[in-house]
């Protein structure tokens, strides 16, 4: 991977889930375990389009689309037990973590995720990446989640880097959009 292309920027931010750690499958099977004890369905579809949601936000989804009652706060806890004492396990960094490693100590990095802050302060130091972000900024770290703004402006923020010098990776569209709107550049990974 050429990583001349992201010299220019002065602070990087990461997204987390499916961009820098490989997450998805098991927040996708958390969400089956947990879902099933409800007897509620989910379009795997639909979900991938919420990536860089808070689980709330998804949880609410899924209970607006099965047309129950429920409380969405307390779906997204259960789901969020579930995926922790799954992820330990299972996760692995993903190829762009070796973007990460080329910058460490060359430019302030952040990671901007729409997991509880926690949840990636435990993922990245159980992987022993933990040292190489200087901040890390969660879905309860901010009130506007992903498409807002919020989440990248707060990174850039306690970088201490100006957001039009930044660049966000990412792999949702949601969190593109958030880039966009942060006024940052961004790398669809993707398409990498």
């Known amino acids: 991977m050429e990583y001349k292309a992201y010299e220019g920027f002065e602070g990087l931010i990461f997204d987390m889930d499916g961009t820098i750690l490989d997450t998805e499958p098991t927040h996708r099977k958390a969400w089956h375990q947990v879902l099933s004890k409800y007897n509620l369905q989910f379009d795997v579809a639909a979900m991938v389009a919420l ?3 808070p689980t709330w ?3 609410k989804f899924i209970i607006d ?13 259960e789901k969020t037990q579930a995926v922790q004492a799954m992820l330990l396990d299972t996760v692995k960094p993903l190829p762009l973590i070796d973007v990460v490693k080329a910058f460490h100590g060359r430019r302030p990095m952040a990671v901007g995720t ?3 802050h926690s949840m990636a302060d435990a993922l990245l130091r159980h992987l022993g990446l933990r040292d190489c972000f200087d901040v890390i900024v969660g879905a309860n770290d901010v009130e506007n989640h992903k498409p807002a703004p919020d989440t990248f402006l707060r990174c850039a923020e306690l970088l201490g880097v100006p957001p039009e010098k930044c660049v966000v990776f990412e792999d949702a569209d949601f969190g593109i959009e958030a880039a966009q709107r942060a006024n940052m550049a961004f790398v669809d990974v993707r398409t990498l």
């Open 57 to 59: 936000r998804i949880a």
């Open 114 to 116: 729409g997991s509880e």
């Open 51 to 53: 990536n860089g949601s």
């Open 65 to 77: 689309s099965n047309q129950v009652e429920m409380d969405p706060h307390l779906l997204a806890a």
